[in-house]
T-cell receptor, first 117, second 114 residues
């Protein structure tokens, strides 16, 4: 079975550009998460979808970050315009909705390393 | 919201020695606890998980201890080997709005010296 896939693996952008990161969750999973990982802040939740509906949009990340999920097997994260402080690894994770007391384990993709010059 | 503090940020031990990484959390309603391993250039892999209070879980050379009373989670490595060199993250989960939300510690970079 394919795990979570992310493309591209590396992205270099000039300040002010628009970039789009892509994620394909594990087939059948209905929860999808976007995280940003930096050495200073660690892992921060950017967006969370359940069955394609946006449940959480990450508060502080709202103004230039926009995640979309047009179908159950594909999600994008758009950063517009990019700034040097956006340089980080962007991780996508998916899970199957936990029912009752069953925990829904999150499976992580390999990440996209973004460098903004 | 939940806050998770992980210590130490960096840890270097010799091969064969033990190592301990600790996390403390703030939300008493947290009920699932995890340790993830991240090797260089790779994504996070679930290493171990615990659910019950004061539970010990063992596997892959690691022991996880959870103390809900003190809101403390630890990862103990009993005999380090070079393959254990990686970043380790604790994660604490609470169900909010029907979803399991993970809050991560900032990680510990573990280096095993020969």
């Amino acid at each position: 079975d394919a795990g979570v896939t992310q493309t591209p693996r590396h992205e270099v952008a000039e300040k002010g550009q628009t970039i789009i990161l892509k994620c394909e969750p594990v087939s059948g999973h209905n929860d999808l998460f976007w995280y940003r990982q930096t050495k200073i802040q660690g892992l921060e939740l950017l967006s969370y979808f359940r069955s394609k509906s946006l449940m959480e949009d990450g508060g502080a990340f709202k103004d230039r970050f926009k995640a979309e999920m047009l179908n159950s097997s594909f999600s994008t994260l758009k950063i517009q315009p990019t700034e040097p402080k956006d340089s980080a690894v962007y991780l996508c994770a998916s899970s199957l909705e936990g029912l009752g007391y069953n925990y829904a384990e999150q499976f992580f993709g390999p990440g996209t390393r973004l460098t903004v010059l | 919201g939940e806050q998770v503090e992980q210590r130490p940020p960096h840890l270097s031990v010799r091969e064969g020695d033990s190592a301990v990484i600790t996390c403390t959390y703030t939300d008493p309603n947290s009920y699932y606890f995890f340790w993830y391993k991240q090797e260089p250039g790779a994504s996070l892999q679930l290493l171990m998980k615990v659910f019950s209070s004061t539970e010990i879980n063992e596997g892959q050379g690691f022991t996880v201890l959870l103390n809900k009373k003190d809101k403390r989670l630890s990862l103990n490595l009993t005999a380090a080997h070079p393959g254990d060199s990686a970043a380790y993250f604790c994660a604490v989960s609470a169900r909010t709005g029907g979803a399991d939300r993970l809050t991560f510690g900032k990680g510990t970079q573990l280096i095993i010296q020969p």
